[in-house]
């Protein structure tokens, strides 16, 4: 995430206790909770959504080095970072911002050569592809037999490449569609958020909404709709 105005205000959590840190401009790796960004009702920036694979391509660095904290973009780019965020300030139009992006971004993937780390194991990117096709709903045991792996080998390759289990990352799959469903202009019952999105019932859905946001599901939607009234 890139700032085109004041400083970001992040925590990496939500209302248990976490620092508050500003950032012109940050990144971060995948998470089991949510992240807080504390503004007056405006932001003004850029948010690029990288997956793993595409984090490694970018950074050098497997995306599990990222997962679970908050990095400002400098510290990964380098210079690099600098340039991007003052040309994406000085920018005009996002047509020229959209520019910026790719060609700092290919820059970012074409710098150091042969000395970048290697690349993630194929099987690591295909239980990836499958775990993101499905949505989460699907078994890990299952995608790692057909694989030619162990669970366990997987769960170890996968972990050290992503920074979450692949049963972890498929929970946070199944809420990620839940949240897409909670927000829809006419969303449906919790029950049926549940059902669709993969959970057993609709208490297993509460428990991860708990987990995954610190707030129960009906006292998340009452702050959203809130917030968006504000």
Do not use: N
């Not at 469903?181 to 297993?204: E, F, I, K, M």
């Amino acid at each position: 995430m890139i700032s085109l105005s004041d400083p970001m205000e992040m925590a990496a959590g939500v209302d248990d206790g976490s620092p508050v840190t500003r950032f012109d401009s940050v990144a971060g790796g995948l998470m089991c909770r949510s992240v807080a960004i504390h503004h007056d009702g405006r932001q003004h920036g850029v948010q690029v959504s990288l997956t793993p694979l595409g984090a490694r391509a970018v950074y050098g660095m497997p995306a599990a080095a990222l997962a679970h904290g908050l990095v400002p973009l400098d510290e990964l780019l380098g210079a690099l970072g600098v340039e991007l965020v003052d040309r994406l300030r000085a920018a005009t139009t996002w047509a020229a911002r959209f520019a910026v992006l790719d060609e700092l971004f290919l820059r970012a993937v074409g710098r150091g050569g042969g000395d970048r780390p290697f690349r993630a194991r194929p099987e690591v990117a295909e239980a990836w592809r499958r775990l993101v096709a499905a949505q989460g709903r699907v078994q890990v045991g299952a995608v790692a037999t057909e694989l030619g792996w162990s669970r366990r080998y997987l769960t170890e390759r996968f972990r050290d490449e992503v920074g979450l289990s692949p049963k972890t990352f498929a929970r946070v799959l199944r809420f990620e569609h839940a949240h897409h469903l909670a927000t829809a202009h006419d969303p449906l019952p919790w029950a049926d958020v549940a059902a669709v999105s993969g959970y057993a019932d609709q208490a297993h859905l509460v428990r991860d909404w708990r987990e995954f946001t610190g707030r129960s599901p009906t006292a998340w939607r009452r702050g959203e709709v809130l917030l968006k009234a504000g």
